[in-house]
Structure formats: structure tokens, C-alpha cells
């Protein structure tokens, strides 16, 4: 583990800060890199994490927030309290599988999106080609009452020859769209943004139509539409800070794109286990996103 050291800067409005909940999933997703923090919950702490994002929201009043897990929706009292401690000036979305069991009904879910659908951005739903998890209907996506979005990765040597009857799916689900993911763990800057070489980009460029490109530093979108449903084939680096100096000043910063509260509350600047100098990001220096487009078709 390397400690930055130099000052932070971050786009406007701020990181995005990703939450982990104290809490897990009954689930053993092969990609999923986050059981091992799961399979000892020592020290998880609900109220930490409550100060952790009061304390982020003082700093930057504007950022987005994430919530992930484990699973956000196994515990709805917990996610709750989170979602209360967020005041109205962020962005919120949920990662889940939306889990369905003799507890927990669809009906329950609801409820909770309903209650708080003025607080919740988007959700994303894990809904991958391979079956990892138990999954509720898809008819429950339809009933939600806020938007949502289908998350898949493409792990390893996915069954290409799904890949339509995947699309066909949601297709059938009124205000579905998906992003596929590529296993960031892969990923590096020299194949970021490579097409030609990027056996998924060409598998989706075979049955959908693409329409263009967006990105920046650390991450990238290209858009496809599969008869009127929008689709995003999503890469991103394995890591979330870059370390750049500025020309105007020659002043080297390190660029901070996710902030992150860990079960125990305790606040990360990456995803390679750095922990922020929050008195530091206290003065953080911002500049304009730099997501954009780079090519329209």
C-alpha cells in the first residue's frame, strides 16, 4: 500500500463517495472481490459509517453516493439510516441484487423504494448472463418506482451465444437499459479505450448498433442501441486516483475520481486499501469533469 502525498484534487462537486454496508450477501459471485472483507465482520460499524458520511457530505455537500455491499437491500432498517444521514443535495444509487426470500417480499421492496424515491437516484440491478444468484421476477424492475439500470459482467469467457437472448430479456422490460461491465481487475490505461483488440466491444458491435464513446481518466462508455434499448459497455481502471501535475501551476496532485466508507467507517481514497487524509480533502482543489464525449456516431 503506497500513501499519497501529495495535496487531492477532484471534479467539481466531488469524489463520489461509495459506502460499503456492515453487512453481507448469501451470495458467492466468482468476480466479486469484496467477500473476502465480508468473511470477518470485526469492527463493522453502522455508526461509523453514519459519521463517515456526515462528514463527507460537510466537505463536499454535492457529491454522489453509492451504496454497495455485501448487499444493501438484505438489511432495509440499516439502509435506511444510511439513506437518512444523506441530506437531498447528493445523488444516491443502490447496488443490489434486489433479494427476494421468505423475509423479505417484493412487496417490502417496494415500500422501501417508494418511501424513499425521492432520495434515490438510481438503482442498479445485477442481473448477469451467467446465474450466480437467486434472482427475483424481472417483472419486479417494471414496479419500481424510481429508475433503474441493469448491471452484467461479462466475466471471463461469457457464453457469447447468450448474448442476444440476453438483450431480448429486458427488452421486454418497459424502461430497462444495461450496462455490461468489463472485470476492471483487467483492465489497465493501455486497454481502455481499445476497440479493436476488445472482444466484448466487437460481440456487442454484432448484434447492437453502436453510437458512440464517452470518457475520461479513468473510465469509459461505449453506447450501443439494441432496438431502442440503450446499452453501455462500461471499463474502468482498477484503481481511482491519478497522479497528474498541473501545467498552470506545476503543482502535482493526486486526482481523487472515489472516495470510499468501509464497513468499519473507515475512509479510503482508492480502492487499494489508501486511506484518505481527510483534513486534506478538506482543502481539496477542483477542477471540471473531465467525462466527455469523444466520439458520436
Known amino acids: 500500500m503506497i500513501d499519497m502525498k501529495h495535496p487531492y484534487k477532484t471534479r467539481e462537486g466531488g469524489a463520489t463517495v461509495t459506502v460499503f454496508v456492515p453487512y453481507d450477501c448469501n451470495n458467492r459471485c466468482p468476480f466479486c472481490i469484496?467477500?473476502?472483507?465480508?468473511?470477518?465482520?470485526?469492527?463493522?460499524?453502522?455508526?461509523?459509517?453514519?459519521?463517515?458520511?456526515?462528514?463527507?457530505?460537510?466537505?463536499?455537500?454535492?457529491?454522489?453516493?453509492?451504496?454497495?455491499g455485501g448487499e444493501p437491500f438484505a438489511d432495509l432498517s440499516s439502509l435506511q439510516t444510511m439513506l437518512d444521514a444523506v441530506p437531498a443535495t447528493h445523488r444516491v444509487f443502490i447496488n443490489t441484487t434486489l433479494p427476494v426470500s421468505p423475509h423479505q417480499s417484493e412487496e417490502d421492496i417496494l415500500s422501501f423504494a417508494t418511501r424513499n424515491q425521492n432520495k434515490i437516484t438510481c438503482i442498479n440491478v445485477s442481473r448477469h448472463m451467467q446465474h450466480y444468484v437467486v434472482e427475483s421476477n424481472d417483472s419486479l424492475l417494471a414496479r419500481l418506482p424510481v429508475p433503474f439500470r441493469v448491471n452484467c459482467i461479462l466475466y471471463r469467457n461469457y457464453p457469447k451465444e447468450g448474448l442476444v437472448p440476453y438483450l431480448e430479456r429486458f427488452l421486454k422490460v418497459p424502461g430497462a437499459s444495461i450496462q455490461f461491465r468489463f472485470d476492471y481487475t483487467a483492465t489497465t490505461p493501455e486497454n481502455l479505450y481499445d476497440?479493436?483488440?476488445?472482444?466484448?466491444?466487437?460481440?456487442?458491435?454484432?448484434?447492437?448498433?453502436?453510437?458512440?464513446?464517452?470518457?475520461?481518466?479513468m473510465r469509459c462508455g461505449?453506447?450501443?442501441?439494441?432496438?431502442?434499448?440503450?446499452?453501455?459497455?462500461?471499463?474502468?481502471?482498477?484503481?481511482?486516483?491519478?497522479?497528474?501535475?498541473?501545467?498552470?501551476?506545476?503543482?502535482?496532485?493526486?486526482?481523487?475520481?472515489?472516495?470510499?466508507?468501509?464497513?468499519?467507517?473507515?475512509l479510503h481514497s482508492d480502492w487499494t486499501g489508501v486511506p484518505l487524509d481527510v483534513a486534506a480533502y478538506e482543502k481539496v482543489v477542483f477542477e471540471p469533469d473531465d467525462l466527455h464525449w469523444i466520439e458520436k456516431v
Open 34 to 68: 469484496n467477500k473476502e472483507e465480508y468473511a470477518d465482520m470485526t469492527g463493522f460499524s453502522l455508526e461509523e459509517i453514519l459519521k463517515s458520511i456526515r462528514r463527507m457530505d460537510a466537505i463536499t455537500p454535492r457529491c454522489d453516493f453509492v451504496f454497495t
Open 195 to 217: 476497440q479493436a483488440g476488445d472482444t466484448i466491444f466487437q460481440d456487442l458491435k454484432s448484434v447492437a448498433r453502436y453510437s458512440g464513446l464517452d470518457g475520461c481518466r
Open 222 to 266: 461505449f453506447h450501443f442501441d439494441y432496438k431502442g434499448m440503450e446499452l453501455t459497455y462500461h471499463k474502468t481502471l482498477p484503481y481511482s486516483t491519478i497522479v497528474e501535475t498541473d501545467p498552470s501551476d506545476g503543482v502535482t496532485y493526486d486526482i481523487l475520481y472515489d472516495i470510499l466508507i468501509k464497513q468499519t467507517g473507515a
